[in-house]
C-alpha cells in the first residue's frame, strides 16, 4: 500500500510497517453505503470482488471529533487520528498513525503524504491500484471508486481497494488523492480484513476530517 509515487514516500503497508517498527525499536455522484463496510478475509469472498459502483456516500467533511489529535506535515496537511492511535516515525515530510490490536499486531494504519508525482484525479484510482502492484503487492483488486468528492479544503477522487503483500499479509485500503487550494496530499487508510469492519469507521472518519 503506497501512499504516493517514490517507494520512499510510498512504501507498501508490510514494508512501512518493518521499517517504522526497526525506527521505533512504520459531494460526489455515490451509492448509498453505511460507514462500516464489512469485508471477509477469503480471498474469494464477494466482498472482495471488483466493482465499478462509487460507495463513498459516507464521507462527509467535518472537524475532528473531541479527543482527537492532528498531526501535520511540512506543507500543511493535517491528518487527524483516534485515540488509541498512536504516531510511528516514517519517511520525513509524511505522517503516520497505527492501531496495535491486544497482541501487538497492527490492526490499522493511517497516512499522509504529499502528492509527489504526475498522477490526477481524473486518473488517480487507476493509478493507484497500478502503482500498489508496482511496489510488489499481488492479487490488488478494485473494489469502489469515487471522483469529484468534496473534502473540507479541497475536492478529490478516492479508490478503495484490496491487496496481498509481497510477505502474503492481506489488506484493504481506502486512498484518497486531494486537491487544496494550494497543495495537494494523498491519505491512506488501511487494515486487515479481519479488522476492516471494526476500524473502517475510524479510516473514514479521519479522511473526513482531512485537509490537504
Known amino acids: 500500500m503506497g501512499t504516493a509515487i517514490s517507494r520512499k514516500g510510498a512504501l507498501g503497508l508490510g514494508a ?8 521505533a525499536g512504520c459531494g460526489a455522484a455515490s451509492t448509498p453505503t453505511t460507514r462500516s463496510t464489512s469485508v471477509s478475509s477469503g480471498a474469494g469472498a464477494a466482498a472482495e470482488r471488483p466493482t465499478t459502483i462509487p460507495s463513498f456516500a459516507w464521507l462527509k467533511p467535518s472537524p475532528a471529533p473531541a479527543g482527537w489529535r492532528v498531526v ?25 498513525a497505527v492501531l ?13 503524504t504529499p502528492q509527489q508525482g504526475s498522477e490526477t484525479l481524473s486518473d488517480w484510482p487507476k493509478f493507484r491500484v497500478g502503482h ?6 499481488r492479487k490488488v483488486v478494485t473494489l469502489a471508486t469515487g471522483s469529484g468528492l468534496t473534502f473540507r479544503m479541497g ?18 485500503e481506502l486512498a484518497c488523492l ?9 491519505i491512506v487508510g ?5 479488522t476492516w469492519a471494526a476500524v473502517s469507521p475510524s479510516i473514514e472518519r479521519a479522511i473526513d476530517s482531512f485537509t490537504a
Open 16 to 23: 512501512a510497517i518493518a521499517i517504522a517498527v526497526a525506527v
Open 72 to 96: 501535520r506535515i511540512p506543507t500543511g496537511a493535517a491528518l487527524p487520528y483516534p485515540p488509541g492511535w498512536q504516531l510511528l516515525a516514517g519517511d520525513r515530510g509524511t505522517a503516520t
Open 190 to 194: 488501511a487494515a486487515p480484513p479481519h
Open 132 to 137: 500498489n502492484a508496482d511496489e510488489g503487492d
Open 155 to 172: 475536492h478529490g477522487s478516492c479508490v478503495r481497494d484490496a491487496y496481498t503483500t509481497s510477505t502474503g499479509n492481506r489488506y484493504v
Open 100 to 112: 496495535m490490536d491486544s497482541r501487538h499486531r497492527y490492526a490499522g494504519y493511517l497516512n499522509v
Open 178 to 186: 486531494v486537491a487544496g487550494s494550494r497543495t495537494s496530499a494523498v
